[in-house]
């Protein structure tokens, strides 16, 4: 029977864990609790427990100065946090650690019972290490791309991830907590080298918990990975400054034609997503709004010089003559036709 050590400042989940592993009878029990990381230090030493669950946020030590401690003497155990926490310093540092789970409150017999399967298959001789091994080792060349601003080594290891979590892992649980883990890291070294005061990559715990099936958690993975790239590769072509100047220098040589992000992002070697954020910033408004608004501006000459509403259309980018004049009276608060009579009554 494993040997279990609960440590969080709320009676009532350690309680409640305490409650779940009788009442459902799992090969686990409870050989002390702590409610501050000071004093679990203490009792984790004289017990020696086989896993220790602890909170992150307590009072004295939080959870994972507390497992960083416990692993000088005690390195076998294994360690399991709870938390909904998904800032950068937590993520990295339950990587460094090799922090076994992390389960959110409030804590449930299902998350608990996953706890201790992990824990049995750990056990067992087959056990993942190998390729724990090689899935970290490909996290480290991640990260290190993500600081060096290396596309190529980036997007290496970012093909070798989606696998490697897959052999890692034992459950789809596990599976989701080690990818949410990995991004949130590697999304905050993004932000941090951006020094943006709002972060331009976020990870939501609430979202991961929502992947129905591991196709979903690969997907979303695959799309960070190319938001990610997509900005190295930004910012090895050449300042964003001059990348969205060359675009608008396109664009307003091209407004008739059919422009979309798209293929500005494959022109300029850019994650549409990331361009989309990129031409925000630097233009004040959406790639969307811009175009309308040029194309509308560049209408008004037309009809100005005495073109005819049909002709404008077609000769500012719209083929659908109606859509023309509806999204001419929106911006202009006229259609197309009483701003030509506004223009002939001036004459």
């Known amino acids: 029977m494993y040997r279990m050590v609960v440590v969080d400042d709320e009676y009532i989940v350690v309680e409640g ?87 959110d409150k409030p804590i449930t017999i299902e998350k608990i019972a996953d706890v201790v399967e992990q824990l049995d298959k750990k056990r067992q001789p087959d056990s993942k290490s190998e390729a724990r091994k090689q899935l970290n080792l490909a996290i480290d060349d991640m990260v290190e791309a993500a600081m060096s601003r290396d596309p190529a080594l980036f997007t290496e290891a970012a093909k070798k991830l989606p696998a490697l979590f897959e052999k890692a892992t034992i459950s789809f649980e596990q599976y989701k907590q080690e990818i949410f883990k990995t991004m949130a890291m590697l999304a905050e070294i993004f932000n941090e080298h951006n020094k943006r005061k709002d ?38 072509t050449g300042s964003a400054h001059r990348t969205v100047q060359h675009l608008l220098q396109y664009i307003e040589e091209n407004y008739a034609e059919n422009i979309g992000l798209n293929e500005l992002a494959d022109m300029v070697g850019l994650n549409p997503t990331y361009l989309s954020i990129l031409f925000k910033e630097e233009v004040g408004v959406s790639f969307v709004k811009y175009m309308t608004e040029l194309r509308v501006e560049k209408a008004k000459e037309l009809l100005d010089a005495g073109y005819r509403v049909g002709e404008v259309s077609d000769m500012v980018g719209y083929s659908n003559y109606r859509y023309f004049c509806d ?15 506004c223009i002939r009554k001036q004459i």
């Open 17 to 103: 864990i305490k409650t779940i592993l009788e009442r459902e009878k799992m090969n686990c029990e409870i050989v002390g609790f702590a409610y501050d990381g000071i004093e679990a230090i203490h009792v984790i030493k004289e017990t020696t427990p086989d896993i220790v669950i602890t909170d992150i946020r307590m009072p004295g030590m939080d959870g994972l100065s507390l497992i960083e401690e416990c692993r000088e003497f005690l390195p076998e155990a294994s360690y399991v946090i709870i938390s909904g926490y998904t800032e950068f310093e937590y993520a990295r540092r339950a990587l460094v650690l090799d922090v076994m789970n992390y389960i």
């Open 199 to 236: 972060k331009l990559f976020q990870v939501s715990y609430q979202e991961a918990e929502q992947w129905k099936d591991k196709e979903e958690a690969e997907e979303y993975m695959n799309r960070l990975f190319g938001q990610l790239a997509g900005t190295i590769q930004g910012e090895r």
């Open 327 to 341: 999204i001419f009276k929106k911006h202009e608060g006229k259609t197309p036709n009483e701003y030509r009579g």
